[in-house]
């Protein structure tokens, strides 16, 4: 694979690298995107209309147990050379902010430190009235289990289409945004707020905003360099085009 000099050289320069993820990322995992057609059992429904406080409030018992779905595969699933090229990444910059609308802590089992984890995690559970944390609970053969705080339903610790993202995950995430040199964009639509406004607002800072995608976004016409290519090839070879060296430290091909 070959990259653009003035690419390798900006990377090779940048003090503040911000990078922002989204499912494209965990897909060579085997974990399905959202726009891809879901298999077996769940291939009949749309998960834009499964992750939302109204889907949980109509069906609790269904959103519980395609949450239960989607962990088990999570779990099943390994991080794969997109997720180390990150983690490897960090060593080779002063300073690299990983952002992340993922919820599948693939980043974090990679060995990536201080993930900021824009959509939660879906290997955590808070009740859905309160918004307590809960990690255990009494088995009874109710579906979703309730809160032993308060009684409510359990739900997943992520965010939902048309919930607000945590607020302080939200916050280092726009200033890393806006205080990088260089935005690499991975396997991400773009189409989701806020989260797509990152890499416009690194870029009218000045930062270089570089995305990784097989299939252009609404973010491409924006962006500085676009490559066109998996995560998990592309990051890889980008690092040992830029360091060399990378290649002997075991970073994966
Ligand atoms: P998305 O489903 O909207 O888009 C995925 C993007 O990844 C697409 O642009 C696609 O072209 C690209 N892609 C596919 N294979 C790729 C690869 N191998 N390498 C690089 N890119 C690849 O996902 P999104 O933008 O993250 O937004 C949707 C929401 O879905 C987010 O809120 C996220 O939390 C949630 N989600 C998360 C997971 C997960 O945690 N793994 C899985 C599905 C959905």
């Given at each position: 694979?070959?990259?653009?000099?003035?690419?390798?050289?900006?990377?090779?320069?940048?003090?503040?690298v911000?990078v922002?993820?989204?499912?494209?990322?965990?897909?060579?995992?085997?974990?399905?995107?959202f726009?891809?057609?879901?298999?077996?059992?769940?291939?009949?429904?749309?998960?834009?209309?499964?992750?939302?406080?109204?889907?949980?409030?109509?069906?609790?018992?269904?959103v519980?147990?395609?949450?239960?779905?989607?962990?088990?595969?999570?779990?099943?699933?390994?991080?794969?050379?997109g997720?180390?090229?990150?983690?490897?990444?960090?060593?080779?910059?002063?300073?690299?902010?990983?952002?992340?609308?993922?919820?599948?802590?693939?980043?974090?089992?990679?060995?990536?430190?201080?993930?900021?984890?824009?959509?939660?995690?879906?290997?955590?559970?808070?009740?859905?009235?309160?918004?307590?944390?809960?990690?255990?609970?009494?088995?009874?053969?109710e579906?979703?289990?309730?809160?032993?705080?308060?009684?409510?339903?359990?739900?997943p610790?992520v965010?939902?289409?048309?919930?607000?993202?945590?607020?302080?995950?939200?916050?280092?995430?726009?200033?890393?945004?806006?205080s990088?040199?260089?935005?690499?964009?991975?396997?991400?639509?773009?189409?989701?707020?806020?989260?797509?406004?990152?890499?416009?607002?690194?870029?009218?800072?000045g930062?270089?905003?570089?995305?990784v995608?097989?299939?252009?976004?609404?973010?491409?016409?924006?962006?500085?360099?676009?490559?066109?290519?998996?995560?998990?090839?592309?990051?890889?070879?980008?690092?040992?085009?830029?360091?060399?060296?990378?290649?002997?430290?075991?970073?994966?091909?």
């Open positions: 694979m070959k990259f653009d000099e003035f690419l390798l050289e900006a990377l090779r320069r940048a003090r503040r911000a922002l993820t989204g499912a494209g990322i965990s897909a060579e995992s085997g974990i399905p995107t726009r891809e057609a879901q298999t077996g059992l769940w291939a009949q429904y749309d998960p834009q209309e499964l992750a939302t406080p109204q889907a949980f409030r109509r069906n609790p018992r269904l519980w147990e395609w949450y239960a779905w989607r962990r088990q595969l999570v779990t099943q699933a390994e991080p794969n050379p997720h180390l090229a990150l983690t490897a990444l960090a060593g080779f910059v002063p300073q690299l902010t990983l952002i992340t609308q993922n919820v599948d802590g693939l980043h974090q089992r990679a060995g990536s430190a201080g993930v900021i984890e824009l959509h939660g995690n879906l290997t955590r559970y808070i009740c859905f009235d309160r918004r307590h944390p809960v990690s255990a609970w009494a088995e009874t053969d579906v979703p289990p309730r809160c032993p705080l308060c009684g409510s339903r359990l739900r610790d965010v939902w289409f048309g919930e607000s993202l945590p607020a302080e995950a939200l916050r280092q995430a726009a200033t890393a945004a806006r990088c040199d260089l935005f690499l964009s991975v396997g991400t639509s773009a189409l989701v707020q806020p989260a797509a406004s990152l890499p416009l607002e690194a870029r009218q800072q930062a270089m905003v570089v995305e995608n097989p299939k252009e976004t609404l973010l491409t016409p924006y962006v500085s360099v676009y490559v066109a290519g998996r995560a998990g090839e592309v990051l890889p070879a980008l690092l040992r085009a830029a360091w060399p060296s990378a290649a002997e430290n075991g970073l994966p091909g």
